[in-house]
Protein backbone atom coordinates (compact mmCIF):
# COMPACT_ATOMS: atom_id res chain seq x y z
CA UNK A 1 0.00 0.00 0.00
CA UNK A 2 1.94 3.05 -0.77
CA UNK A 3 0.79 6.48 1.59
CA UNK A 4 2.48 9.77 1.35
CA UNK A 5 3.90 9.71 4.85
CA UNK A 6 4.17 6.85 7.41
CA UNK A 7 4.21 8.07 11.20
CA UNK A 8 5.71 5.75 13.49
CA UNK A 9 4.13 6.27 17.12
CA UNK A 10 1.34 7.65 18.31
CA UNK A 11 2.22 9.70 21.17
CA UNK A 12 1.22 13.77 21.33
CA UNK A 13 4.19 14.79 18.31
CA UNK A 14 3.27 11.46 15.99
CA UNK A 15 -0.39 11.81 16.13
CA UNK A 16 -0.07 15.74 15.94
CA UNK A 17 1.47 15.36 12.69
CA UNK A 18 -0.81 13.50 11.53
CA UNK A 19 -3.66 15.16 11.95
CA UNK A 20 -2.22 18.09 10.96
CA UNK A 21 -0.88 16.23 7.61
CA UNK A 22 -4.31 14.21 6.87
CA UNK A 23 -6.17 17.91 7.26
CA UNK A 24 -3.30 18.94 4.89
CA UNK A 25 -4.07 16.65 2.26
CA UNK A 26 -1.96 14.23 2.85
CA UNK A 27 -2.19 10.09 2.75
CA UNK A 28 -0.95 9.22 6.39
CA UNK A 29 -0.82 6.05 7.89
CA UNK A 30 -0.16 6.02 11.93
CA UNK A 31 1.39 3.07 13.43
CA UNK A 32 1.49 2.39 16.92
CA UNK A 33 0.64 -0.88 19.10
CA UNK A 34 -0.41 0.79 22.38
CA UNK A 35 -1.55 4.04 22.34
CA UNK A 36 -3.41 5.43 23.82
CA UNK A 37 -2.07 4.38 27.50
CA UNK A 38 -1.14 6.27 31.01
CA UNK A 39 2.05 7.23 30.48
CA UNK A 40 5.33 7.59 33.48
CA UNK A 41 5.90 11.20 33.56
CA UNK A 42 4.16 14.51 35.53
CA UNK A 43 1.78 15.16 32.60
CA UNK A 44 1.67 18.66 32.53
CA UNK A 45 0.59 20.74 29.94
CA UNK A 46 1.32 24.43 29.55
CA UNK A 47 -0.61 27.08 27.98
CA UNK A 48 1.23 27.63 24.92
CA UNK A 49 1.06 23.66 24.48
CA UNK A 50 -2.92 23.95 25.06
CA UNK A 51 -3.26 26.99 21.92
CA UNK A 52 -1.15 24.60 19.52
CA UNK A 53 -3.87 22.03 20.23
CA UNK A 54 -7.26 23.77 20.89
CA UNK A 55 -7.56 24.10 16.92
CA UNK A 56 -7.78 19.96 16.40
CA UNK A 57 -9.30 19.28 19.40
CA UNK A 58 -11.40 20.81 22.50
CA UNK A 59 -9.32 21.18 24.93
CA UNK A 60 -11.86 21.67 28.11
CA UNK A 61 -12.43 17.62 26.91
CA UNK A 62 -9.57 16.76 28.36
CA UNK A 63 -10.05 14.78 31.72
CA UNK A 64 -7.50 16.82 33.90
CA UNK A 65 -6.59 19.35 36.45
CA UNK A 66 -5.96 22.67 36.19
CA UNK A 67 -3.25 24.05 38.50
CA UNK A 68 -2.59 27.37 39.55
CA UNK A 69 -0.06 26.71 42.57
CA UNK A 70 2.98 25.49 42.18
CA UNK A 71 4.73 24.39 46.21
CA UNK A 72 8.18 24.27 46.44
CA UNK A 73 9.71 22.34 49.51
CA UNK A 74 13.30 22.23 51.09
CA UNK A 75 13.37 18.80 52.80
CA UNK A 76 16.33 18.48 53.68
CA UNK A 77 16.57 19.63 57.40
CA UNK A 78 13.93 16.58 57.95
CA UNK A 79 16.03 13.96 56.70
CA UNK A 80 17.73 14.21 60.06
CA UNK A 81 14.63 13.45 62.02
CA UNK A 82 12.09 10.66 60.62
CA UNK A 83 11.58 9.87 57.63
CA UNK A 84 7.51 10.88 58.50
CA UNK A 85 8.17 14.36 59.27
CA UNK A 86 6.96 16.56 57.35
CA UNK A 87 8.15 19.39 55.78
CA UNK A 88 7.65 22.59 58.02
CA UNK A 89 5.85 25.86 56.88
CA UNK A 90 9.35 27.24 56.80
CA UNK A 91 10.78 25.12 54.18
CA UNK A 92 8.38 25.70 51.52
CA UNK A 93 7.42 28.53 48.68
CA UNK A 94 3.89 28.61 46.92
CA UNK A 95 4.28 30.03 43.42
CA UNK A 96 1.05 30.89 41.73
CA UNK A 97 1.52 29.92 38.27
CA UNK A 98 0.17 32.72 35.53
CA UNK A 99 -0.81 32.06 31.89
CA UNK A 100 1.28 33.68 29.18
CA UNK A 101 3.59 32.98 26.03
CA UNK A 102 0.39 31.19 24.26
CA UNK A 103 0.87 31.23 20.90
CA UNK A 104 -0.17 29.20 17.37
CA UNK A 105 -3.36 28.35 15.53
CA UNK A 106 -6.97 28.39 16.61
CA UNK A 107 -9.02 29.85 19.50
CA UNK A 108 -6.93 30.16 22.73
CA UNK A 109 -7.84 28.00 25.53
CA UNK A 110 -8.98 29.40 28.89
CA UNK A 111 -6.75 32.56 29.28
CA UNK A 112 -6.44 31.44 33.09
CA UNK A 113 -4.74 28.31 32.27
CA UNK A 114 -1.12 28.39 32.85
CA UNK A 115 -0.54 24.27 33.55
CA UNK A 116 -2.86 21.66 32.86
CA UNK A 117 -1.86 18.09 34.32
CA UNK A 118 -3.73 15.47 31.86
CA UNK A 119 -4.52 11.79 31.83
CA UNK A 120 -2.02 11.54 29.48
CA UNK A 121 -4.72 8.10 28.00
CA UNK A 122 -7.12 11.08 27.43
CA UNK A 123 -4.97 13.70 26.32
CA UNK A 124 -3.08 11.37 23.68
CA UNK A 125 -5.83 9.57 23.06
CA UNK A 126 -7.84 12.47 22.10
CA UNK A 127 -5.26 13.42 19.79
CA UNK A 128 -5.39 10.17 17.92
CA UNK A 129 -8.78 10.43 17.61
CA UNK A 130 -8.27 13.48 16.05
CA UNK A 131 -5.98 12.46 13.81
CA UNK A 132 -8.12 9.58 12.58
CA UNK A 133 -11.62 11.80 12.08
CA UNK A 134 -8.57 13.96 9.51
CA UNK A 135 -8.08 11.03 7.18
CA UNK A 136 -5.18 9.45 8.91
CA UNK A 137 -5.51 5.51 8.60
CA UNK A 138 -3.95 4.36 12.71
CA UNK A 139 -2.20 0.36 11.91
CA UNK A 140 -2.13 -1.11 16.12
CA UNK A 141 1.09 -2.87 14.86
CA UNK A 142 4.63 -1.99 15.89
CA UNK A 143 6.70 -1.46 13.37
CA UNK A 144 10.15 -3.19 13.26
CA UNK A 145 12.07 -2.50 10.50
CA UNK A 146 12.30 0.48 8.30
CA UNK A 147 14.08 -0.06 4.60
CA UNK A 148 14.74 2.02 1.22
CA UNK A 149 12.67 0.77 -1.48
CA UNK A 150 13.66 2.92 -4.32
CA UNK A 151 12.82 6.07 -3.58
CA UNK A 152 10.46 5.18 -1.03
CA UNK A 153 10.82 3.18 3.00
CA UNK A 154 8.89 -0.23 3.17
CA UNK A 155 7.93 -0.56 6.39
CA UNK A 156 7.48 -3.96 8.28
CA UNK A 157 4.61 -4.56 11.23
CA UNK A 158 5.58 -7.34 13.46
CA UNK A 159 2.62 -9.57 12.34
CA UNK A 160 4.53 -9.62 9.15
CA UNK A 161 2.19 -6.46 6.88
CA UNK A 162 4.85 -4.77 4.74
CA UNK A 163 3.96 -0.83 3.43
CA UNK A 164 5.50 1.93 1.70
CA UNK A 165 6.02 5.48 2.19
CA UNK A 166 7.87 8.35 -0.20
CA UNK A 167 8.41 9.64 3.48
CA UNK A 168 8.61 8.76 7.54
CA UNK A 169 8.31 10.61 10.35
CA UNK A 170 9.76 9.25 13.80
CA UNK A 171 7.54 10.19 16.38
CA UNK A 172 8.92 7.04 18.17
CA UNK A 173 10.26 7.98 21.42
CA UNK A 174 13.31 7.56 23.41
CA UNK A 175 13.93 4.28 22.37
CA UNK A 176 12.89 5.29 18.87
CA UNK A 177 13.35 2.92 15.94
CA UNK A 178 13.05 5.49 13.33
CA UNK A 179 16.41 7.09 15.45
CA UNK A 180 17.92 3.71 14.91
CA UNK A 181 17.80 3.90 11.57
CA UNK A 182 18.36 6.98 10.46
CA UNK A 183 20.55 8.59 13.02
CA UNK A 184 22.05 6.28 16.16
CA UNK A 185 20.65 5.71 19.46
CA UNK A 186 20.66 8.07 22.60
CA UNK A 187 24.10 7.10 25.01
CA UNK A 188 23.85 6.49 28.05
CA UNK A 189 24.74 10.09 28.85
CA UNK A 190 21.87 11.88 27.06
CA UNK A 191 19.16 10.23 28.85
CA UNK A 192 17.71 11.17 32.10
CA UNK A 193 16.06 8.10 34.06
CA UNK A 194 12.50 8.99 35.47
CA UNK A 195 10.99 6.54 37.73
CA UNK A 196 8.55 7.15 40.66
CA UNK A 197 4.83 5.67 41.30
CA UNK A 198 1.09 6.05 40.06
CA UNK A 199 -0.20 7.22 43.45
CA UNK A 200 -3.89 5.89 43.19
CA UNK A 201 -7.04 7.18 44.73
CA UNK A 202 -5.53 10.22 45.93
CA UNK A 203 -5.17 13.53 43.82
CA UNK A 204 -4.70 17.29 44.58
CA UNK A 205 -4.83 20.72 42.88
CA UNK A 206 -0.96 21.30 43.24
CA UNK A 207 2.52 20.83 42.04
CA UNK A 208 5.20 19.74 44.11
CA UNK A 209 8.54 20.27 43.50
CA UNK A 210 12.22 19.99 45.45
CA UNK A 211 15.49 20.39 43.46
CA UNK A 212 18.16 18.12 44.54
CA UNK A 213 21.89 17.77 43.86
CA UNK A 214 23.07 14.13 44.71
CA UNK A 215 22.01 13.17 42.91
CA UNK A 216 21.72 16.21 40.31
CA UNK A 217 18.03 16.26 39.82
CA UNK A 218 14.49 16.63 41.44
CA UNK A 219 11.34 15.57 43.03
CA UNK A 220 8.00 15.70 41.84
CA UNK A 221 4.32 15.13 42.47
CA UNK A 222 1.94 16.36 39.47
CA UNK A 223 -1.82 15.46 40.28
CA UNK A 224 -4.16 13.75 37.68
CA UNK A 225 -7.95 13.36 37.73
CA UNK A 226 -7.64 10.51 39.75
CA UNK A 227 -4.04 9.70 40.84
CA UNK A 228 -1.01 11.81 41.74
CA UNK A 229 1.56 10.81 39.55
CA UNK A 230 5.17 11.40 41.58
CA UNK A 231 9.00 10.87 40.95
CA UNK A 232 12.50 11.44 40.73
CA UNK A 233 15.17 11.97 37.47
CA UNK A 234 18.26 11.98 37.44
CA UNK A 235 20.80 11.41 34.46
CA UNK A 236 21.00 7.79 33.30
CA UNK A 237 24.97 8.26 34.09
CA UNK A 238 24.98 9.96 37.30
CA UNK A 239 25.84 6.36 39.06
CA UNK A 240 22.11 5.53 40.94
CA UNK A 241 20.56 2.52 40.42
CA UNK A 242 16.79 3.07 39.40
CA UNK A 243 16.02 0.74 42.56
CA UNK A 244 17.79 3.57 44.50
CA UNK A 245 16.06 6.24 43.15
CA UNK A 246 12.43 4.71 43.56
CA UNK A 247 13.44 4.15 47.35
CA UNK A 248 14.44 7.98 47.80
CA UNK A 249 11.01 8.67 45.77
CA UNK A 250 9.08 6.57 48.73
CA UNK A 251 10.97 8.49 51.07
CA UNK A 252 9.75 12.05 49.81
CA UNK A 253 6.16 10.41 49.61
CA UNK A 254 6.37 9.78 52.96
CA UNK A 255 8.07 12.39 54.41
CA UNK A 256 5.27 14.61 52.66
CA UNK A 257 2.62 12.64 53.81
CA UNK A 258 1.56 13.01 49.58
CA UNK A 259 -0.27 9.83 49.73
CA UNK A 260 -0.72 8.09 52.93
CA UNK A 261 -3.55 6.03 51.60
CA UNK A 262 -3.25 5.84 48.32
CA UNK A 263 -1.92 2.29 46.46
CA UNK A 264 1.32 3.01 44.73
CA UNK A 265 1.84 1.43 41.25
CA UNK A 266 5.98 1.87 40.46
CA UNK A 267 7.01 2.92 37.27
CA UNK A 268 10.39 4.11 35.23
CA UNK A 269 10.96 5.59 31.84
CA UNK A 270 14.24 7.03 30.10
CA UNK A 271 13.65 10.54 28.89
CA UNK A 272 16.19 12.34 26.45
CA UNK A 273 18.24 14.69 28.41
CA UNK A 274 21.17 16.38 25.69
CA UNK A 275 23.79 18.30 26.42
CA UNK A 276 24.72 22.15 24.96
CA UNK A 277 26.42 20.68 21.91
CA UNK A 278 24.33 18.34 21.11
CA UNK A 279 21.57 20.88 20.64
CA UNK A 280 23.87 22.97 18.62
CA UNK A 281 24.89 19.91 16.23
CA UNK A 282 21.27 18.50 16.38
CA UNK A 283 20.26 16.80 12.93
CA UNK A 284 16.98 15.55 13.32
CA UNK A 285 15.58 15.31 9.28
CA UNK A 286 17.52 13.85 6.10
CA UNK A 287 15.76 13.26 2.40
CA UNK A 288 12.24 11.62 3.44
CA UNK A 289 12.91 11.07 7.12
CA UNK A 290 12.13 13.17 10.32
CA UNK A 291 12.33 12.93 14.16
CA UNK A 292 10.28 14.72 16.29
CA UNK A 293 9.32 14.71 19.97
CA UNK A 294 11.74 12.76 22.24
CA UNK A 295 12.86 10.58 18.95
CA UNK A 296 14.82 14.00 18.57
CA UNK A 297 15.62 14.74 21.77
CA UNK A 298 13.77 18.01 22.27
CA UNK A 299 13.46 17.81 25.67
CA UNK A 300 13.89 20.44 28.19
CA UNK A 301 17.28 19.05 30.02
CA UNK A 302 16.39 20.92 33.44
CA UNK A 303 12.62 20.32 33.70
CA UNK A 304 12.40 17.00 31.62
CA UNK A 305 9.09 18.90 29.60
CA UNK A 306 8.49 17.43 26.43
CA UNK A 307 5.30 18.08 25.47
CA UNK A 308 5.20 21.22 24.01
CA UNK A 309 8.21 20.31 21.98
CA UNK A 310 6.45 17.50 20.41
CA UNK A 311 3.82 18.62 19.60
CA UNK A 312 5.68 22.07 18.24
CA UNK A 313 8.07 19.88 16.29
CA UNK A 314 4.78 17.32 14.80
CA UNK A 315 3.63 20.84 13.43
CA UNK A 316 6.95 21.72 11.70
CA UNK A 317 7.42 17.83 10.41
CA UNK A 318 3.74 18.36 8.96
CA UNK A 319 4.53 22.02 7.94
CA UNK A 320 8.01 20.92 5.63
CA UNK A 321 6.44 17.99 3.95
CA UNK A 322 3.18 19.83 3.01
CA UNK A 323 5.55 22.77 1.43
CA UNK A 324 6.23 20.24 -1.12
CA UNK A 325 9.61 21.19 -1.29
CA UNK A 326 12.54 18.83 -2.26
CA UNK A 327 14.65 20.57 0.37
CA UNK A 328 11.90 19.49 3.32
CA UNK A 329 14.23 17.90 5.42
CA UNK A 330 16.55 20.65 5.86
CA UNK A 331 14.12 23.15 5.62
CA UNK A 332 12.49 21.27 8.98
CA UNK A 333 16.19 20.61 10.64
CA UNK A 334 17.15 24.68 10.37
CA UNK A 335 13.72 25.08 11.53
CA UNK A 336 13.99 22.80 14.76
CA UNK A 337 17.47 24.26 15.35
CA UNK A 338 16.58 27.62 15.56
CA UNK A 339 13.00 27.52 16.63
CA UNK A 340 13.50 24.66 19.54
CA UNK A 341 17.03 23.51 20.07
CA UNK A 342 18.75 26.62 20.38
CA UNK A 343 16.80 27.52 23.99
CA UNK A 344 17.65 23.93 25.02
CA UNK A 345 21.20 24.81 24.61
CA UNK A 346 21.13 27.46 26.79
CA UNK A 347 19.26 25.43 29.40
CA UNK A 348 21.71 22.35 28.81
CA UNK A 349 24.18 25.19 29.65
CA UNK A 350 22.28 26.37 33.03
CA UNK A 351 21.71 22.49 34.28
CA UNK A 352 24.69 21.89 36.29
CA UNK A 353 24.08 24.98 37.82
CA UNK A 354 20.66 24.38 38.74
CA UNK A 355 20.67 21.31 40.89
CA UNK A 356 24.37 22.18 42.29
CA UNK A 357 23.75 23.00 46.34
CA UNK A 358 24.17 26.41 45.97
CA UNK A 359 21.84 27.10 44.16
CA UNK A 360 19.09 24.18 45.45
CA UNK A 361 19.92 25.25 48.86
CA UNK A 362 19.05 29.60 47.93
CA UNK A 363 15.66 28.29 45.97
CA UNK A 364 13.07 27.65 48.46
CA UNK A 365 14.05 30.69 50.38
CA UNK A 366 14.43 33.09 47.82
CA UNK A 367 11.17 32.38 46.04
CA UNK A 368 9.63 32.51 50.16
CA UNK A 369 10.93 36.44 50.34
CA UNK A 370 10.82 37.78 46.64
CA UNK A 371 7.50 37.80 44.85
CA UNK A 372 9.21 39.24 41.90
CA UNK A 373 11.78 36.01 41.50
CA UNK A 374 8.31 34.09 42.18
CA UNK A 375 7.23 35.15 39.16
CA UNK A 376 10.26 34.38 36.86
CA UNK A 377 9.50 30.93 38.42
CA UNK A 378 5.94 30.51 37.77
CA UNK A 379 6.47 31.86 34.27
CA UNK A 380 9.19 29.08 33.79
CA UNK A 381 7.10 26.54 34.98
CA UNK A 382 4.66 27.79 32.51
CA UNK A 383 6.66 27.96 29.58
CA UNK A 384 6.26 31.82 28.99
CA UNK A 385 9.80 32.70 30.34
CA UNK A 386 12.64 31.05 27.86
CA UNK A 387 16.13 31.08 28.93
CA UNK A 388 17.30 33.29 26.84
CA UNK A 389 16.70 35.85 29.11
CA UNK A 390 16.49 33.77 32.59
CA UNK A 391 19.26 35.10 34.41
CA UNK A 392 19.01 38.76 33.12
CA UNK A 393 15.36 38.95 34.17
CA UNK A 394 16.86 37.60 37.14
CA UNK A 395 18.70 40.24 37.47
CA UNK A 396 16.00 42.93 36.57
CA UNK A 397 13.90 41.81 39.82
CA UNK A 398 15.84 44.42 42.03
CA UNK A 399 15.79 42.23 44.45
CA UNK A 400 19.50 42.88 44.47
CA UNK A 401 21.09 40.55 47.32
CA UNK A 402 18.68 37.48 46.43
CA UNK A 403 18.81 37.71 42.60
CA UNK A 404 23.15 38.13 42.87
CA UNK A 405 23.24 35.33 44.98
CA UNK A 406 21.07 33.10 42.55
CA UNK A 407 23.17 34.02 39.25
CA UNK A 408 26.23 33.84 40.90
CA UNK A 409 25.13 29.47 42.36
CA UNK A 410 24.33 29.80 38.20
CA UNK A 411 27.61 30.45 37.07
Known sequence: MKVDVAVIGAGPSGAFAACLLARGGARVLLFDPSHPRE????????????????????????????????????????????????????????????????????PRPDPDTALMVASREGFDGRLLDA?????????????????????????????????TASQVIGAD????????????????????????FFAHGVTSDEVVIELMSDPPGYFWSFPRPDHLAVGICA????????????????????????????????????????ASADFRTLDAAGTGWYLVGDAAGLVDPITREGIFFALQSGQFAADAILGGSARAGRTYNDRVRREIATDLA????????FFQPGFTQLMVPSLARSGRIRAVMADLIAGAQSYRGLKWRLARTMEVGVAWRLLQSMR
Open 39 to 106: KPCGGGITGRALALVAGVLAVDDIPAVRVRTARFVDTAGCRATTVSAPARAADSAVVALRAGGQTGVG
Open 131 to 163: ACRAGAEHIAGRVRRVADAGGAFRLETADGHVH
Open 173 to 196: GANSLARRRFASAFRRDQLSIATG
Open 235 to 274: QANAGVEVSALRSLCRDWIRRLHLADTAQLEPYSWPIPSL
Open 346 to 353: RAARLKTA
